[in-house]
């Protein structure tokens, strides 16, 4: 079982090809955030009535979200894996960075900063974003019936891909 990760670092497209070919010939699952990029880029700006909040933070957090092409390499894993017979799993983005992937504690507190993951209960340490891509994994599989899950790890590898804006 593998996880990877594309984490804050601008993908370009070409990236975003390398990363997603290379996904889709080595892995049958592959899962990602849910992530309403559409959503997140709007809200800031709010209405004049309610004006957005903390819309300089947002604005940097959603040109992180652009500039990563997160979307783009959603799309380009999604007809690759069609192509090999693969499936793009989405799941429920609530959470995967503040849960221990060892003992599933949850937890502002688990993240000490943007980079590491320290469980407050367990003592589980990672880098946060593999970490996050565990728990994403784990949620793809769970979305399985249980039989497919044992063909599949039977059969080819399975990558929780975890894309983060902050
Ligand atoms: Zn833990």
């Not at 990236?15 to 800031?44: Q, W």
Request: glycine letters at 10%; one cysteine or more.
């Amino acid at each position: 079982m593998k996880w990877l990760f594309c984490g804050v670092t601008p993908c370009a497209r070409q990236e975003n090809h390398k990363v997603s070919t290379v996904i889709s010939k080595n892995h049958a699952v592959v899962v990602l955030e849910n992530l309403k990029v559409g959503n997140m880029t709007r809200s800031a700006k709010g209405t004049v009535e309610a004006p957005g909040r903390n819309i300089r933070q947002k604005s940097g957090l959603n040109k992180s979200i652009l500039d990563q092409g997160w979307g783009l390499l959603k799309q380009m894993l999604e007809y690759k894996l069609r192509w090999s017979g693969g499936m793009l799993l989405l799941v429920d983005p609530a959470y995967t960075s503040q849960t221990c992937s060892v003992c599933g504690h949850v937890d502002a507190g688990n993240r000490t900063d943007q980079k590491t993951f320290h469980c407050l209960h367990c003592g589980h340490e990672a880098h946060a974003d593999v970490n996050a891509a565990k728990n994403i994994l784990a949620r793809g599989l769970e979305s399985l019936p249980s039989q497919s899950t044992d063909e599949l790890q039977a059969t080819a590898g399975l990558a929780g891909v975890a894309c983060f804006a902050a």
